[in-house]
Nanobody, 123 residues
């Protein structure tokens, strides 16, 4: 069983930055694809960014140029650097792992999930 633990969320003013971290257990982190999703109240859980085991990345249009996903396999950790935050970025952010190693934008294709971390951006 793989355990994912997110951290780094909080309250920030519009235009500010946050860095989310997702630490994972297990010995095969380097073989996983990792994704960050977010869910605002009353809305569906949507992809924010993803990174494959080979380092290829995907970004939702709404965050391109502002967010950066990265991974450090030696630390079993994936990060989401969020800059120029907007109030519409407010959501619970979830980290997810996919065993196939190829990232997906579909939440149902991920095998393991963290508990989520709240990000609130004030205007």
């Amino acid at each position: 069983q793989v355990r994912l633990v997110e951290s780094g969320g909080g309250l920030v003013q519009a235009g500010g930055s946050l860095r989310l971290s997702c630490a994972t257990s297990g010995r095969t982190f380097s073989s996983y694809a990792m994704g960050w999703f977010r869910q605002a109240p009353g809305k569906e859980r949507d992809i924010v960014a993803a990174i494959g085991r080979s380092g290829g990345t995907y970004y939702a249009d709404s965050v391109k140029g502002r967010f950066t996903i990265s991974r450090t396999n030696a630390k079993n950790t994936v990060y989401l650097q969020m800059n120029s935050l907007k109030p519409e970025d407010t959501a619970v952010y979830y980290c997810a792992a996919q065993q196939s190693g190829r990232y997906s934008i579909e939440s149902h294709e991920y095998d393991y999930w963290g508990q989520g971390t709240q990000v609130t951006v004030s205007s």
